[in-house]
């Protein structure tokens, strides 16, 4: 009985560990594939005031042909509709670069046109605000105009042209854009001067040395991995914390092999005695208990990877548990069970197992010989 209670217990734990760090895995990639879309491979930024110039620009263009560069100036926003307030990050980008490098934009924009103080927002913005094509929002920046005595905020009038879905709603209700003209008249932008450039890359590691490579002292490229460092690291530390705390489950579980086993050494010590009498080596007597632990052990460990296994494939394929979409980005439990993570979780199931058949082993060649077939 001990037996299959510790089989099914390292069978569960492991299924439990495997599921769980494919869910794991899998928020870790979804929220990966949202965040690269919407922050863009490689960004260079620059800095000082003065900004980026249209040489730059075609400097990077004509350096680096094989890399798709999107110039963009960028402000804050007050977004004002009836009575509601919300605040919002405002991109000027020319639509047909930034469809290029973004494919959140390029579906949005599709034949919409900016120009003409035109603004395409996300979908989170467009529902709390109830709009509709062509209807108005008020901008209220961060720029201040002289007015009489006072400074006044710089207001102006966007014309709902289009609408996004990032699938994360921090963007949905926070991102809005607009021509990159349109906003540079209401900023009093300089002519062909930039904020800074987004770029689309296949290899942005590599890309982005070339690009620091011939980029000037004023201006420096950014991955998307080092501005959103801490939020993966975060979540690395959460998901190495949760492989520990699932993996004692496992060396629960293994402390009943152990105790299944001492118990048969303690059943069968006259005949452990016997046979070390009869000449058999401590080594096949330890060999044997050694065996049973790793049958009992072993066995949870492949039925615990086909039940995890075939977990895996039930909550990644149906629709067995409903998540809101714009809170985690998918109405659909992400499921994404890497090979080494299968590896890691077996290897160390298969450690505690070894470890826990070893020490029953070991007890069963100390049997003293004379004293167990004098007295039982």
Not at 15 to 32: P, Q, R, S, T
Not at 78 to 104: C, H, P, Q, R, Y
Request: hydrophobic residues 50%; contains cysteine.
């Amino acid at each position: 009985m001990c037996a299959i209670l510790a089989f099914l217990g390292v069978s569960i734990g492991l299924m439990v560990l495997i599921v769980a760090m494919a869910i794991m895995n899998g928020f870790d990639k979804e929220f990966e594939r949202k965040l690269f879309t919407m922050n863009y491979p490689i960004t260079i930024l620059s800095h000082f005031k003065e900004g980026i110039s249209r040489n730059d620009l075609e400097n990077l263009r004509s350096n680096l042909p094989d890399i798709k560069f999107s110039p963009y100036i960028t402000t804050q926003a007050i977004v004002k509709g009836g009575d509601k307030l919300e605040g919002a990050v405002v991109f000027g980008v020319d639509a047909k670069s930034e469809a290029e490098v973004n494919e959140v934009v390029k579906n949005g924009l599709k034949d919409a046109n900016l120009t003409g103080f035109g603004a395409m927002i996300g979908k989170g913005l467009k529902e709390q605000f109830m709009l509709r094509k062509d209807d108005k929002i008020m901008l209220i920046f961060t720029k201040f105009d002289a007015g009489g005595f006072s400074l006044l905020p710089k207001m102006k009038r966007f014309d709902v042209k289009a609408e996004f879905h990032s699938g994360l709603i921090a963007y949905d209700k926070a991102y809005i854009y607009t021509d990159i003209n349109d906003l540079a008249k209401v900023l009093d932008y300089k002519d062909e001067s930039f904020d800074g450039i987004h770029i689309y890359s296949n290899d942005p590691f590599k890309d982005k040395e070339r690009i620091k490579a011939i980029l000037p002292e004023n201006m420096v490229a950014l991955g998307w991995w080092e501005q959103n460092g801490n939020f993966f690291s975060a979540l690395a530390l959460e998901k190495r914390a949760l492989f520990i705390v699932l993996m004692l489950i496992i060396l629960v579980a293994s402390l009943n092999i152990i105790s299944s086993l001492l118990m048969t050494v303690m059943n069968r010590r006259q005949e452990i005695a016997l046979l070390l009498a009869l000449g058999a080596s401590k080594k096949e007597v330890k060999s044997v208990f050694f065996r049973l632990g790793m049958v009992i052990g072993g066995g949870g460990i492949v039925f615990g990877a086909i039940l995890g296994l075939l977990g895996v494939w039930i909550f990644g394929s149906f629709d067995i548990v409903k998540l809101p979409a714009d809170v985690y980005g998918s109405s659909k439990l992400p499921m994404e069970l890497s090979v080494s993570d299968f590896c890691m979780i077996i290897f160390g199931a298969l450690a505690i197992v070894i470890i826990s058949s070893y020490y029953p082993a070991k007890k069963a060649t100390e049997v003293d010989v004379l004293e167990t077939l004098r007295n039982e």
